[in-house]
């Protein structure tokens, strides 16, 4: 979801809908890419199209993309664009973990994945749905408008493209916030 806000912002300019993106949910936008990208540094690549390698090769997120979020945060959110602008940097280097170090303590952490659940229900209204699970690669470009996502029966207020990204979801917290007690498919 977060590489469709990202991607649509480059395209556009603006974020879908709105005619001028407000700067909280800029804001928002960047401090989830930074906070993800040091939570899931192994998920910041993805494969190429083509691509035969067993290491993922392309970033996950557009690299002018997020250098535009860090330009259009310069203004306001001074440090923040700088974090941006890093992450940018640091998906230019030689893909794999060990060039997405992070840094970030287990509160901010925590304090990014509150925003990011935050921002997911603010796009919900202004993007076609997405797989629930944050660290979903699975879903690059505009392949997840024709999508079949199977509901979470259990609170029915997320979806996921398949059962391993529902599982992960799951053990990563969704299980507390559903409140079903078991883990299931569909």
Do not use: F
């Amino acid at each position: 979801m977060l590489g469709s806000l990202v991607a649509a912002l480059q395209r556009d300019g603006e974020l879908p809908g709105m005619r001028a993106t407000p700067a909280a949910l800029l804001r928002s936008l960047a401090e989830c890419c930074v906070g993800l990208a040091a939570a899931y540094p192994e998920h910041m690549y993805v494969r190429g199209i083509g691509g035969s390698s067993a290491h993922p090769t392309t970033p996950a997120w557009s690299v002018e993309a997020l250098r535009l979020l860090a330009a259009r945060l310069s203004g306001s959110e001074t440090s923040l664009g700088e974090e941006v602008e890093a992450l940018a940097a640091r998906l230019e280097q030689q893909p794999g973990a060990e060039a997405l170090t992070g840094g970030a303590s287990a509160a901010e952490l925590a304090a990014a994945a509150e925003r990011l659940t935050a921002l997911r229900a603010e796009v919900r209204a202004v993007l076609p749905p997405a797989c629930s699970n944050p660290a979903c690669v699975s879903l690059v470009g505009d392949s997840e408008a024709g999508l079949r996502l199977q509901q979470c029966r259990g609170c029915g207020r997320e979806s996921y493209c398949g059962k391993e990204c529902q599982t992960a979801h799951w053990r990563a917290g969704h299980k507390e916030a559903c409140g079903s007690g078991v883990a299931k498919t569909g």
